[in-house]
Structure formats: C-alpha cells, structure tokens
C-alpha cells in the first residue's frame, strides 16, 4: 500500500495515489491559467463599457474568486475520491498537492467540506454576478460585493478556527503550512476584508446622497 506524505501519519487513505505531477508543474499551469483569467477579465469588459482602473483589478479578482470557488473547490466537494485518481486529473492533482498544507481535505473533513461547499455553490456564481454588476454598472453591485465578501471572510474564519480547536497539527511541514494553509488563503482574508470596507462607504455615501437630495425636495 502507498503511504501517503500527510500529516498526520495514521490519516486512513485507502487506496491512495501519489501526484504525478511534480509540485513546479502543478504550480506553473495554476499561474499560468490565473494570468489567463485575469488577461480576460481585464480586457473584456472594455469591450462593453469603460470601467474604471480599479473597477479592472475588481473584474479580475471576482472573475478569478468565481473560477477558483466553482471548479477547483466544486472539484473537491464533489469528488471524495480525488487522492485516488490514477488518470492524472488536474485538479485531483491540486488537492493531493494542497492536502500536504492541511490535510482535512485529503480525510475529507465534515467542516471543510461544509464551508467548501457553500463556498462552490453559493459564493462562485455569486462572484461571476459581481463581476457583471461591475462591468455594466449595476445598482446592486456594492451590496453585492459587501455580501460575498462577508461570506468570504466567515468562511476563513470558521476554516481556520475549525483547524485551531482539532489541534491544527494537518500540515506536512512548516513550508507546507505556510507556503498553503497560510499563503494560499491570505487573499480571501485580505481582499474581501478591502472590498467590505469600499463597499459600505460606498453604500453609506449613496443613501447620504438620496437623503440629501429628499431633504431638498421636501
């Protein structure tokens, strides 16, 4: 039987199957894939409307979010057997890789499949129509992007206190646990927590605006 490199040691995964893809392959298509969809989501939306510089960086981030949360995530919960694929899939490829950063994916944790699930059905189409409202200017884009942006961030809140209180001991090694655990979630801390405070000004200063306005007519 193959003896898997996650921690912890004891971790039953019957059947497992190492990556066959090396850790710079898996990496290298990941980032080129990215700078595909932010090349899209930059360049598009030109096409249909003039969008401001920053409205571009926003486009990109919940293009990319809605990518991420609807087939790599979607991927995962809906594939419980991925860390026996013998095919070579991608994104069975992926999360063999990721698990060596936090395990429960691997030994399929209830919590992380929860919030992981959620986070596919939910939030990604949810992230594709924020993207839209932005690009064509719609009126429920701020409270929209406030909206998922939350979820975002109570996501990562329950992923990593859920870690805490099972003894957040699912990492193969210091690199692992910072470079994935760490590392790859900190932009869905760090932007959403950005976009949440643009949004509720913006909110704020648009309902100041209209009670402006109301108290002139009245």
Known sequence: METHPYSPKDLNLPGFVPNSMSQMTILSIFAAGSVVVFSLAWILPGLFSKPTKRERLLICWWTFTAVIHMIVEGYFVFSPAFYRDKKGSYLAEIWKEYSKGDSRYAGRDSAVIAVEGITAVLEGPASLLAAYALATRKPYSDVLQLAVSLGQ???????????????????????????????????????????????WKRICQSVKARDKRKSKTQ
Not at 157 to 178: C, K, M, Q, R
Not at 186 to 199: D, E, F, G, K, Q
Request: charged share 5%.
């Open 153 to 199: 961030l109570y996501g990562c809140l329950v992923y990593y206190t859920t870690a805490i209180l099972e003894g957040d001991n699912f990492a193969a090694s210091p690199f692992y646990y910072y470079a994935y655990y760490v590392g790859a979630n900190a932009s869905w801390v760090v932007i959403p927590a950005l976009i949440t405070i643009r949004s």
